[in-house]
């Protein structure tokens, strides 16, 4: 008996979970557009992400055929996409040549589950010289304080076509996920 009402609890559990559906559409209506722009175009923010980094740290998103969110029209190009709060709210902002291009909303905030990047991102193949570089730059790191560098976050990202001309995109950067529904086609 007990084995049968346990196999039932979870029958009913996997059909809750595989009956709930997102309404990308609602949310695509929800959604406001940004009232609010930057000095300049310029991201006052950047400068303490890139601080301790060589690079950007950015995930970097090619685009090959305009996006549409309301009456903003993401042209194609190659866009560094940043996650910014203003007021309470999350944005996402497609940044091109260092300048804020398009200033996108973000409907879902998330925590990263625990060891998604090490099953996600590929692991650096280093020749045997490169190892021993860095194993010595860690030990000197390790001792010397002023050596010491901080690793970039972890990025990546995720797009998904879906129905009705939508496209759902998620970042991941650093310890969070940032969803953003678009259009392929105008509304």
Not at 3 to 30: H, M, N, P, S, W
Not at 68 to 96: A, C, N, Q, V
Not at 132 to 161: I, N
Request: aromatic share 18%.
């Amino acid at each position: 008996m007990k084995k049968i009402f346990l196999i039932l609890c979870i029958i009913l559990t996997g059909t809750l979970v595989c009956a709930e559906t997102t309404d990308y559409e609602q949310i695509y209506r929800e959604l406001e557009k940004p009232d609010f722009s930057f000095v300049h175009d310029v991201d006052p923010g950047e400068i303490y992400d890139i601080q301790h980094t060589s690079w950007s740290p950015y995930p970097l998103f090619r685009l090959t055929s305009p996006l549409y969110f309301k009456d903003i029209i993401i042209e194609p190009g190659y866009y560094l996409l940043t996650p910014r709060e203003h007021k309470g709210s999350w944005y996402i902002l497609f940044k091109e040549q260092g300048k804020v291009k398009y200033i996108i909303p973000v409907y879902n905030r998330e925590i990263v589950p625990f060891g998604f990047y090490d099953e996600n991102l590929p692991k650096a193949k280093l020749t045997p010289s490169q190892k021993f570089h860095v194993k010595f730059l860690d030990f000197v790191g390790k001792y010397v304080r002023s050596s010491q560098r901080k690793p970039a976050p972890d990025t990546f990202l995720e797009t998904t076509d879906l129905d009705n001309n939508f496209i759902s995109i998620v970042i991941y950067w650093g310890d969070y996920r940032y969803y953003m529904v678009l259009r392929t086609v105008r509304l």
